[in-house]
């Protein structure tokens, strides 16, 4: 029996590519639309990013860019991901062995590159709010790599397992409360990562170099927000009686609107802050530890007429003593008045002949 091809649809198309076309299930082509137009984001993003090398001018910032070319590849991933949701799973045709794997593989891992890269930049910034020594370029990479492939590993388990346990279209066959179950059950590390990558941003707040408040406010807006997504359509799916025939439409969307968060809450201002010129306020003193302390007394021979103690004693009691933090190591005070102590001059004793005029008494 041939198979009604919907309005949209060029003819002999397979009925489980209808969804892209189909102008009766709009919700197709308008995710299909917004997809494609992330694709086409994420790439401008990824050529530009090399692009901005040379012009990075805060080194912490540099360090960042292999972290987030990593974390454009799984944004890239996930609204590709899209299209696999749109297109019907549909057990009839055959030729969906490669739909079923695709959906439960690729969306934990995708998703686990993602918040991975995020809590890497995270725990660099809880290091430079408060600062302390950065992380290197490489440890952000690898932990960000490392955190994503334990979802491999459990992707990859469960997929051997369960095609193994039956046939390569298990997923089509399995009814729709036990995959949607198993679904999610599979996204357990991806929620924690979820949950961890939100609580370490909210560290990024305290610390007293505010300059990088701003990128922690970057993650902890869009792990809000795709926390919320989360939220959402797990709870569509999980419930008992919602009708089955919308879980693509509710998972592709899912899909679409958290790509977009990336895109809008994290990639653009950080690429906006990218090219910020280096605020000296953002980082401590370098020369910090030079600054010039009291000066202890040490035990061994020493000059003890530059002994700091020595030299403040007789001014403690005053409270004339006043401490110039960035002068030299001696400490600045107020003189006490000068004593007197010019060595008296010689004076002659006056001589009994000064008086005498000459002429006698009486005459």
């Given at each position: 029996?041939?198979?009604?091809?919907?309005?949209?649809?060029?003819?002999?198309?397979?009925?489980?590519?209808?969804?892209?076309?189909?102008?009766?299930?709009?919700?197709?082509?308008?995710?299909?639309?917004?997809?494609?137009?992330?694709?086409?984001?994420?790439?401008?993003?990824?050529?530009?990013?090399?692009?901005?090398?040379?012009?990075?001018?805060?080194?912490?910032?540099?360090?960042?860019?292999?972290?987030?070319?990593?974390?454009?590849?799984?944004?890239?991933?996930?609204?590709?991901?899209?299209?696999?949701?749109?297109?019907?799973?549909?057990?009839?045709?055959?030729?969906?062995?490669?739909?079923?794997?695709?959906?439960?593989?690729?969306?934990?891992?995708?998703?686990?590159?993602?918040?991975?890269?995020?809590?890497?930049?995270?725990?660099?910034?809880?290091?430079?709010?408060?600062?302390?020594?950065?992380?290197?370029?490489?440890?952000?990479?690898?932990?960000?790599?490392?955190?994503?492939?334990?979802?491999?590993?459990?992707?990859?388990?469960?997929?051997?397992?369960?095609?193994?346990?039956?046939?390569?279209?298990?997923?089509?066959?399995?009814?729709?409360?036990?995959?949607?179950?198993?679904?999610?059950?599979?996204?357990?590390?991806?929620?924690?990562?979820?949950?961890?990558?939100?609580?370490?941003?909210?560290?990024?707040?305290?610390?007293?170099?505010?300059?990088?408040?701003?990128?922690?406010?970057?993650?902890?807006?869009?792990?809000?927000?795709?926390?919320?997504?989360?939220?959402?359509?797990i709870t569509l799916l999980m419930l008992p009686d919602?009708?089955?025939?919308?879980?693509?439409?509710?998972?592709?969307?899912?899909?679409?609107?958290?790509?977009?968060?990336?895109?809008?809450?994290?990639?653009?201002?950080?690429?906006?802050?990218?090219?910020?010129?280096?605020?000296?306020?953002?980082?401590?003193?370098?020369?910090?530890?030079?600054?010039?302390?009291?000066?202890?007394?040490?035990?061994?021979?020493?000059?003890?007429?530059?002994?700091?103690?020595?030299?403040?004693?007789?001014?403690?009691?005053?409270?004339?003593?006043?401490?110039?933090?960035?002068?030299?190591?001696?400490?600045?005070?107020n003189q006490p008045p000068q004593k007197e102590f010019?060595?008296?001059?010689?004076?002659?004793?006056?001589?009994?002949?000064?008086?005498?005029?000459?002429?006698?008494?009486?005459?």
């Amino acid at each position: 029996m041939a198979t009604t091809v919907p309005d949209g649809c060029r003819s002999g198309l397979i009925s489980r590519y209808h969804r892209l076309c189909d102008k009766a299930e709009a919700w197709g082509i308008v995710l299909e639309t917004l997809a494609a137009a992330g694709v086409v984001t994420s790439v401008a993003f990824m050529l530009a990013l090399p692009l901005l090398v040379c012009k990075v001018q805060d080194s912490n910032r540099r360090k960042m860019i292999p972290t987030q070319f990593f974390f454009l590849l799984g944004v890239l991933g996930i609204f590709g991901l899209t299209f696999a949701f749109i297109i019907r799973l549909d057990g009839s045709t055959g030729l969906d062995g490669s739909t079923g794997p695709t959906r439960f593989f690729l969306f934990g891992i995708l998703f686990s590159i993602c918040f991975s890269c995020l809590l890497a930049h995270a725990l660099n910034l809880t290091q430079l709010v408060r600062g302390r020594k950065p992380l290197s370029l490489l440890v952000i990479l690898g932990l960000a790599v490392g955190f994503s492939l334990v979802q491999d590993v459990i992707a990859i388990e469960y997929i051997v397992l369960t095609m193994n346990r039956t046939n390569v279209n298990v997923f089509s066959e399995l009814s729709a409360p036990r995959r949607n179950e198993d679904f999610v059950l599979l996204l357990i590390y991806v929620l924690f990562l979820m949950a961890l990558t939100f609580l370490m941003s909210s560290f990024a707040f305290c610390g007293s170099f505010t300059g990088w408040k701003r990128h922690g406010a970057h993650i902890y807006l869009t792990m809000l927000l795709s926390i919320a997504i989360w939220v959402a359509w797990i709870t569509l799916l999980m419930l008992p009686d919602f009708d089955r025939r919308w879980d693509d439409t509710i998972l592709s969307s899912a899909l679409a609107a958290n790509g977009w968060v990336f895109l809008l809450a994290y990639v653009s201002p950080e690429f906006w802050l990218l090219t910020k010129q280096r605020n000296p306020m953002d980082y401590p003193v370098e020369d910090s530890f030079c600054k010039p302390q009291l000066m202890k007394k040490s035990y061994g021979v020493e000059n003890r007429a530059y002994s700091q103690e020595e030299i403040t004693q007789g001014f403690e009691e005053t409270g004339d003593t006043l401490y110039a933090p960035y002068s030299t190591h001696f400490q600045l005070q107020n003189q006490p008045p000068q004593k007197e102590f010019s060595i008296p001059r010689a004076h002659a004793w006056p001589s009994p002949y000064n008086d005498y005029g000459g002429k006698k008494e009486g005459s």
